[in-house]
């Protein structure tokens, strides 16, 4: 009645098929992946992408920038790596929520909506902030392929501290079904695997087909006895977890020993930094969108996040090697394979940083303005869009909305973006309002 973790219910892969537990209950683009990176806490916009060498010196801070690639654009010094690759980047510096809120700030950035009431903080999942995140729609549209879902979350979700989950993660009133796969895993682990994706060995593959189609009939069963609601999510993560356990391919995208001790080196061998390898193999591998989160680190300030309300600068000299790293490594990595045209990289976060620095040397919420970056998949490298004013508080020129950054990354990855679906009660929606940042495509 069970293969390692096949049961009545069925797969149960633990963290595997699904981001919560069921008791909680064409258009012009080339991209054919999407990998979107999320820093959690908010990196400032005045020591990254949008640095104000003239502004004073409590709005400036005592980081320099240094140029880039691309004569007239600069970045922050500690994003050496990075400066090499803005030819390749577009950098979005008038990027808005008007929301100081982590959670409904963060809400507002994955589903295009804005959270209601704005400025929530510790906002949970739920009615009537439920619309669903870009990777659940973007699951919608593309189906799996190779055994591996289209769309997967690494390597845990958003949270405050406290374990507090952001709402916009998740599939909201489309189902359960359509939840991005979240991998809770930490892929820096000296032999990282991921649990229940082989068969036990004592359980050949004749055994296996046997006890699927056992699987099945009981399925069916349960059925007839009234269970279709559950059963519903369990058949989807049943085909999952089969796919998985069956595909040698699908397994093989999580096999980072393969990796030769020079490519893992070059991406750190910090969660962050192997977290963005593993992303480039799942893409690879046909996963459509792999969205990376940023974990907090061990031991640095701020609780390892980049919530700088403290030593804004001492904070970022521990973080900022680490995500330039890691950054620049993919960037490289993906043009060296020939994949950085057809996989679209997105750098952002839920908000940015005060234009002014606090009496701790700190930097506090806000989400007046502050920058994301966009590279490959069809977006034009070495340009700025967008422009804030001197201090990086508001934006002067070429605002940005949530709706329409999730606009182009549909329209990248060959989505129309103004397409329908259909919520629970059947009423047609697009997938977003907003409009295309022609700018950049």
Known sequence: MRIGGLGLAGLTLPTLLSSRSLANTGSGGRAKSCIVMCFLGGPPQQETWDPKPNSPAEARGDLNPIATNVPGIVVGELM????????????????????????????????????????????????????????????????????????ITLPEQSANDGNLTWPGQDAGFLGRTADPWLLSCDPS?????????????????????????LLGQVNDRLDNLGRAGNAGIFNAQ?????????????????????????????????????SLLLARRLVESGVSLVRVNWSRVPGALNNGHWDTHSQNSNALKQLMPIMDQAYSSLLEDLSQRGLLDETLVVWMAEFGRTPRLNGSGGRDHWGRVFSVALAGGGIRGGVVHGVSDSIAAYPRDGRVLPEDLLATIFHCLGIQHDSEYSDAQGRPLPLTRGDIIRQIV
């Not at 909506?113 to 870009?134: F, I, M, T």
């Not at 682990?189 to 189609?213: E, H, K, T, W, Y």
Request: hydrophobic content about 35%; glycine content about 8%.
């Open 238 to 274: 049943q085909q999952q977890a089969i796919d998985l356990i069956s595909g040698s391919r699908a397994r093989r995208a999580f096999h980072l020993h393969e990796e030769t001790s020079a490519v893992r080196d070059r991406y750190g061998r910090r969660k962050f930094g192997q």
């Open 80 to 151: 050496p790596r990075t400066a090499q690759h803005l030819d390749k980047i577009s950098v979005l510096r008038a990027m808005v929520t008007n929301d100081n809120a982590h959670s409904s700030s963060g809400y507002y950035m994955t589903t295009g909506r804005p959270h209601a009431p704005v400025g929530a903080e510790n906002a949970k999942p739920g009615k009537p902030n439920d619309w669903p995140c870009l990777g659940a729609l973007v699951k919608r549209v593309i189906p799996a392929t190779h055994g591996l879902p289209s769309v």
């Open 189 to 213: 682990l000296a032999g990282f695997q991921i649990d229940g994706m082989a068969l036990p060995a004592d359980v050949n593959s004749m055994r296996f087909d046997g006890r699927r189609q």
